[in-house]
């Protein structure tokens, strides 16, 4: 991937050491108020924190340092676009000494870089301008090489504007391509009349031909074609425009970064080489991540990006202020932003940061927006601030029907909870809220859905895990100091004791591979995904850095999140590494890339401890059956296969990093690519042939709330081309009662005719 730059509390009781901590920081806290001195009091505190309260703090030392070096260089510079290599020759002679800066807190490695840096950003400006200045030849015979890792420093500029001449030129020949094909599809289409249209989108569409969509194709036949068809110079002078204002919209993110932001990506550097987990979190970035847990922030409700130098409304959030009052739009500019009657203040070219923070603020508080409409005119809006949830973070229940049986689908994104306020929602209240909705509705199976569920709360995945079994363990954690804790559902009552199956895949970590190992060390439900799952077996806790200075004059200096705990399933083993095997192994996109823990060089190791005490689920008596009949259907699915079949091409694309530049090559590749990839496009069309629907409460919110409705639509439109859903279905359904009856009664019949 090439960026410019790449970004990357269960409640743990530390009072101990942080009063350890904080009685040994107070001595030497700074007197000046300097931005060196902030930076080196966060070294000090980064590193004095992590090595009192990490799980198995990695040694400062030279082999720390070198790792540390080339995990900055990669994040700063991925593709090797700004450094020259007598950059690097000057840099190398700090490769084995960062970890003596650290324990100096000498800044003169991430000054010297950071200075670098900003001034080969700003030259290179001027390589990709010059680049996209004039029309560029498409008919030389070159390629490029985009496997950066392996690509050494330019050891010139007019190497390194070579290099950048490439990667723009490829930029711009993809683009244009892509154009050209387009507009060849319209010549080709332009003369048929509206039913050959039809016929062929019915055609394409197939089997998810949907009615709605086919009316609005029919409403677009019959508006009139607006459409010109460019020339070649036409649509190259085109591409070459829309390529410079990509590269100058990433260059003003860059500008708009202080060398508080840079020196924060150095932090991280430092706290990710402990494990991959253990990380710097800025002041704004604390934030951000607090929101993302808990789901909720105070404000007007509305996503925000830059524009030029404009700041875009993107998106209302549903149930927001900004939402209900109805006068902000997307695709409004913000201009000024005032704080009740105090002055507005223009915000044009500010950071979208700063401008986030002035927009934002405590619930019951006035905010009045100058806003640019799209048809130019320009409008004061006011809008009293609220708490705003977003939906997208929360659980969400659908309803599917086959055969005449009901079964519910729980969606959870993440284990989120809310750390300040302990009566807000949480997943595991809302979790049991959606099991009771869906037994109210009469389901005799349950999917609870984790995939691409990167965890969160400890606390939460134990309340889930709770709803589904009697009282017993749910997880197992350990310090460093070797002590076990056990953390128990203690509520003898079960939410759900009927058919479950739990869905997981490569991303599925943490929370999601606890809930998981439960369930299938307890035999109560079956675990359907990826050949196994991330394999994040660490607690991370977060610890805010204020709190081990008095008095400071530095402003806000952030948190450290840090591995305090390895956790082990019931069953003794740990996740770590291995994450959690599927009971039902189905292939995806991903089973042959390299993604999970067990490939990041500095995650900890994998290790085992004693089981815990706990009794296998008893009601489930036909799970075996269930797994082998899945088994079996799995293996003669063609269409699994052919899913398997692509993640074996996609792992092999995977290595390709040469591209010709020559136009009528590049067509060429692309062409044999498509002409590839064309056997799998069944996968896309793929139609299951189920109807899901929402539960009645969310019907009603449905019928007054638009955005809402689109949501829902996208995702159970998704449902229904899912075939991982489908077969979690007819696990449950083999889950039922009846399913065993059946299989008994078949083996009686044959055993009866064998004998006859």
């Not at 700090?94 to 800066?101: A, G, K, M, P, R």
């Not at 590049?666 to 590839?676: A, D, G, I």
Request: one cysteine or more.
């Amino acid at each position: 991937m090439n960026t410019i730059i790449q970004f990357m509390k269960r409640h743990y009781k530390i009072i101990v050491l942080v009063l350890a901590i904080s009685l040994g920081l107070w001595s030497f806290i700074p007197k000046t108020s300097s931005d060196p001195e902030k930076d080196k009091l966060l070294l000090e505190l980064l590193t004095y924190v992590i090595e009192k309260g990490h799980y198995s703090p990695a040694a400062i030392d030279d082999d720390f340092s070198k790792g540390v070096y080339k995990d900055y260089f990669e994040a700063i510079d991925p593709s090797k676009r700004f450094f020259l290599q007598s950059d690097m020759d000057e840099f190398s002679k700090y490769e084995l000494d960062i970890d003596d800066q650290i324990r100096n807190k000498d800044l003169s490695f991430f000054n010297l870089t950071y200075t670098r840096l900003l001034k080969r950003m700003e030259e290179s400006k001027e390589y990709y301008k010059s680049v996209l200045k004039n029309p560029i030849d498409y008919s030389v015979n070159e390629n490029i090489n985009t496997d950066y890792e392996k690509a050494p420093y330019c050891t010139s500029v007019d190497e390194l504007k070579e290099r950048w001449r490439k990667q723009v030129k490829l930029t711009t020949l993809a683009s244009l391509v892509e154009k050209q094909k387009i507009q060849e599809e319209y010549i080709k289409n332009k003369n048929k009349t509206p039913e050959e249209k039809l016929a062929e989108y019915r055609k394409k569409q197939g089997a998810n031909l949907n009615k709605e969509a086919e009316a609005k194709f029919i409403e677009g036949l019959s508006k009139k074609d607006t459409i010109s068809t460019k020339t070649f110079a036409e649509m190259e002078k085109q591409t070459r425009i829309t390529a410079e204002k990509s590269l100058d919209d990433t260059f003003t993110f860059i500008k708009d970064l202080n060398k508080e932001d840079w020196f924060g990506i150095f932090l991280n550097i430092i706290a990710t080489r402990f494990d991959p987990h253990t990380s710097y979190f800025p002041a704004d970035e604390k934030e951000k991540f607090d929101v993302s847990m808990s789901g909720k922030l105070e404000g007007i409700g509305a996503r925000l990006q830059k524009k030029n130098d404009y700041t875009e409304i993107t998106e209302l959030i549903s149930g927001g202020p900004a939402w209900k009052q109805k006068e902000l739009e997307a695709g409004d500019l913000v201009l000024k932003v005032a704080q009740g009657d105090n002055e507005p203040v223009d915000v044009v070219g500010m950071r979208i940061d700063d401008v986030v923070k002035k927009i934002k603020g405590p619930k019951g508080t006035e905010v009045r927006l100058t806003v640019k409409k799209q048809d130019g005119s320009i409008k004061v809006i006011t809008i009293i601030r609220d708490e705003v949830e977003i939906e997208e973070t929360y659980a969400k229940s659908s309803i599917v029907e086959k055969n005449g049986v009901k079964y519910g689908i729980i969606y959870l994104p993440k284990f989120y909870i809310d750390f300040v306020d302990k009566d807000s929602r949480d997943a595991g209240k809302d979790i049991a809220i959606e099991v009771k909705r869906l037994k109210n509705e009469g389901v005799k199976g349950i999917v609870m859905d984790v995939r691409d569920n990167g965890g969160g709360s400890l606390k939460t995945v134990v309340d889930i895990g709770g709803l589904f079994i009697e009282k017993g363990p749910i997880v197992q954690i350990k310090s460093a100091a070797g002590k076990k804790e056990v953390l128990y559902d203690n509520d003898s009552k079960v939410e759900w004791d009927g058919p479950l199956v739990i869905m997981t895949n490569e991303f599925s970590a943490s929370a999601s591979e606890i809930l998981a190992a439960a369930m299938q060390d307890y035999k109560r439900a079956v675990v359907i995904g990826s050949k196994q799952t991330y394999g994040k077996g660490t607690v991370q806790n977060v610890i805010d850095l204020n709190q081990f200075v008095r008095g400071s004059t530095y402003g806000d200096l952030g948190a450290l999140k840090t591995t305090t705990q390895k956790f082990y399933r019931i069953n003794g083993g740990s996740t770590q590494l291995e994450g959690v095997k599927s009971d039902i192994v189905m292939p995806d996109a991903y089973a042959y890339l390299k993604m999970g823990e067990r490939d990041v060089d500095n995650a900890m190791p994998w290790d085992k401890i004693d089981a815990a005490d706990y009794s296998l689920w008893n009601k489930q008596l036909n799970l075996d059956l269930a797994i082998a009949n899945s088994k079996k259907r799995l293996e003669a699915n063609p269409q699994m296969q052919l899913i398997d079949e692509n993640a074996k091409w996609r792992e092999e694309r995977s290595k390709e990093d040469v591209y010709s530049l020559q136009i009528d090559k590049f067509k060429l590749e692309q062409k044999q690519l498509e002409e590839s990839n064309k056997k799998f496009k069944s996968i896309e069309d793929y139609n299951n042939k189920l109807k899901f629907k929402s539960l009645p409460y969310e019907e009603a919110q449905i019928a007054t709330d638009v955005t809402l409705k689109e949501k829902r639509n996208r995702w159970h439109e998704s449902l229904s081309k899912d075939i991982y859903i489908e077969e979690a279905i007819h696990v449950l359904d083999d889950l039922q009662p009846t399913a065993a009856k059946k299989e008994l009664n078949t083996k009686l019949k044959k055993a009866k005719g064998i004998k006859s």
